[in-house]
């Protein structure tokens, strides 16, 4: 409480002298049929930001290149409020937790499409697309259940990838090509191309990369005594991506047609697990499948139809004693919706229907279906005050019929938004918190479904010469929250749901975005303060993720363009709730790029030097999976 009591003065401070990036849209999907700061993700239909009542974070395609990122996950850990736990670095594996959810709570979509998967939460970021086909990532802050389905319980990401922007945004017609590569220590190597061919109706794009290192050889945790078990592990991986995307303009629709895939090998030594015959590699590949046809131009009436797969194949070797188990996890999904508006009243409506299972050696074959629809209304009550109320009921044979609504309220004062809201959530147990059958984690078939009511406040101002300032005030009561309990006799963790877990929060983003002279500056920082308690059997450190987030959480970016020279720094600052076993309870880290940008040949052409944390800080953020020291990359790209 000491340091919450120190905090607060300076954070109020904070708040008063420095600016955030709000709604930073100018590169926006949609740009030129909507004016800036529009969001899709607040209502699932493009929107002003200023009238949805929700707090959306958006990072465009000039913001995702001036940073030191090789990965998205690496690109989400500078999105505000964002708590990454990355297992091995460079996007080898990471979970997504925001608001004090557990990494099973975050919906992720890739352009409009759930991509989460339905055996773990572990997979969510086994993405089948290159960073380098991201243009733009929107980060909705919050509770979404009404609008997107179970999951969405602290927020929302949605990726959006360059061919699944309208027509109009495509700068230049003909052909492109890129290619770029980066090397550095342990053999670290990342290698990427794009292609991209833009005609009349049709765009036509293709992009592919891949990524390995040898990493490093680090001590394990002691073997039982008399086992064959290596005392050291390897910390190398494989990562290999590939993507193809065809937009065609049809007669007052568009088709949007995407194909991906990625494959992935790794030393994934106390990833799930701290026990110390641990000594696991795994190989994960993924499929995916995504086909779209909506409405184009302008219309009173949008609609949108999409049809969506993917296919998970898992296969993890706890230790070379132990045989290989294989998982394959299956999800099929169509969902449509339409919209239409009548003077100030607005109205959205829309269903959903999917099949997802599971095939494994270990857990078994199992199998569910899900429905769902939902009904949106944005209300313009007067020129200042704008209503959003939505309310979605789904159907899941794990937790029956269960009604979802949600109402946030927008009030415009110029220069500010003032917004409130809040909405009930659920998020049903996955195939591997009912089946898990391992020697260090045991499933529960009897889950039942969390459920909470989840409420908020905020602000957004913007001030004069580009200065901007978010915060916003949550709170979250959840029931039958699931987690896994520790049996010290059987050495092994029991998936359990807890009595009740309460979450209390602040969000803070502050921004600088505008040229200087003839340097263009811009500056970010955000801090997220988090309180939580968990009602269980047990006390908080018997359980296995319970209150692992973060309770002050930094997070920084600069980046300064001075002619062909660009200068991107970014940090990360954490200190968790509790003391979690084995893992690095406070920490920081801090990363670099230099890039220089001229012509070879009559090619774009970019070089750049990336420092990877800086000052060699040796953390773990899940258990003691050890992450990345100080890594210097080199590297170049060439743009046709």
Same mark, same amino acid.
């Given at each position: 409480?000491?340091s919450?009591r ?5 954070? !109020? ?22 004016a800036?700061?529009?969001?899709v993700?607040?209502s ?13 974070s ?5 913001d ?9 996950d ?7 409020g ?6 091995g670095g460079?996007?080898?594996?990471s ?8 990494f ?27 960073l380098?086909e ?25 990726l ?6 309208r ?15 980066r ?7 990342d ?9 009349d ?7 592919a ?9 680090v ?12 005392s050291t ?12 995307a065809?937009s065609?303009?049809?007669e007052?629709a568009?088709l949007?047609?995407?194909?991906g895939?990625?494959d992935?090998?790794f030393?994934a ?24 046809l ?20 898992d ?56 429905v ?7 209300w ?8 959003n109320?939505?309310?979605?009921v789904?159907?899941d ?6 009604p ?9 004062l ?13 998020r049903?147990?996955?195939f591997?918190?009912r ?27 913007r001030l004069?010469a ?6 916003t005030?949550?709170h979250r009561t959840t ?5 896994? !309990? ?6 092994v ?28 500056v811009?500056l ?5 303060l ?9 006390p ?9 987030a973060a309770?002050h ?45 001229t ?24 258990f ?14 060439v743009?046709?």
């Open positions: 409480m000491r919450v120190l905090l607060l003065p300076c954070l !109020l401070a904070l708040l008063i002298v420095a600016p955030v990036r709000a709604q930073d849209t100018s590169d926006v999907a949609f740009r030129v049929q909507m800036d700061s529009v969001v993700t607040a699932r239909v493009a929107s002003a930001a200023q009238e949805t009542g929700r707090r959306v958006v990072y465009t395609q000039r995702i290149q001036s940073l030191s990122v090789n990965s998205v690496q690109l989400l850990n500078v999105a505000a964002l708590d990454v736990k990355s297992r460079f996007g080898v594996q979970d997504l937790t925001m608001r004090g959810s557990t099973n709570g975050v919906l992720l979509l890739l352009d409009g499409a759930r991509i989460n998967d339905p055996y773990t939460g572990h997979f969510l970021m086994d993405l089948p697309v290159p380098s991201i243009a733009r990532v929107e980060v909705l802050h919050g509770p979404a259940t009404a609008l997107y389905g179970p999951d969405a319980l602290g927020g929302v990401v949605h959006i990838t360059k061919t699944a922007l027509r109009e945004d495509v700068r230049e017609d003909g052909p492109a090509a890129r290619v770029d590569s090397y550095g220590k342990n053999n670290f190597y290698m990427g191309a794009a292609a991209r061919t833009a005609g109706r049709t765009t036509v794009s293709a992009a990369s891949v990524q390995g290192s040898d990493g490093r050889r001590s394990a945790a002691p073997p039982p005594e008399g086992s064959n078990l290596s592990v390897q910390t190398d991986f494989e990562r290999r991506t590939a993507t193809a065809v065609r303009d049809l007052g568009t949007y047609t995407r194909a895939v990625d992935r090998e030393g030594y106390h990833f799930y697990s701290d026990f110390g015959t641990d000594r696991a590699r795994e190989a994960t590949s993924t499929f995916w499948l995504q086909s779209r909506s409405s184009s131009g302008a219309t009173n009436t949008p609609w949108q139809v999409q049809l969506f797969g993917k296919q998970h194949r296969r993890y070797t706890y230790n070379p004693d132990v045989g290989a188990n294989t998982h394959i996890s299956r999800r099929l999904r169509v969902q449509g919706q339409g919209s239409r508006t009548w003077n100030s009243v607005r109205v959205t409506g829309g269903a959903s229907a999917g099949l997802r299972g599971v095939d494994s050696n270990r857990d078994g074959v199992h199998g569910d279906q899900s769902g629809a939902f009904v949106s209304l944005r313009r009550a007067t020129p200042r005050l704008t209503v109320q939505s309310t979605r789904d159907y044979p794990t937790y029956g019929a269960e979802t609504p949600q109402l946030y309220v927008a009030y415009n110029g220069p500010a938004t003032l917004r409130a809201g809040g909405g009930r959530v659920v049903a147990p996955n591997l918190e089946f898990i059958d391992s020697p260090s984690n045991q499933g529960n078939a009897d889950l039942t479904a969390e459920t909470a009511w989840s409420g908020e406040v905020g602000v957004d101002v004069p580009n200065l901007s300032l978010s915060a005030g949550f029931d039958n929250a699931i987690d896994y !309990l520790r049996n010290e006799a059987e050495s963790f029991e998936a359990q749901n807890l009595d009740r877990t309460t979450t209390t929060g602040l969000e803070t983003e502050l921004s600088f975005d505008r040229p200087l002279g003839a340097v263009g811009s970010d920082a955000a801090y997220t988090l309180d939580a308690s968990l009602d269980g059997q047990e908080p450190s018997a359980y296995k993720y319970g209150l692992d309770r959480q930094l997070q920084g970016s600069a980046s300064v363009r001075a002619g062909a020279v660009t200068l991107g720094l970014q940090g990360l600052w954490k200190d968790r709730l509790r003391d979690a076993p084995l893992a690095t309870d406070r920490y920081g880290v801090v990363h670099g790029r230099l890039a220089y940008n012509r070879l040949s009559g090619a774009r052409t970019t070089l750049s030097v990336e420092l990877r944390n800086a000052f060699d800080r040796q953390y773990s953020e899940i003691d999976a050890p992450m990345p020291g100080r890594t210097l990359l080199v590297g170049a790209e743009a046709l």
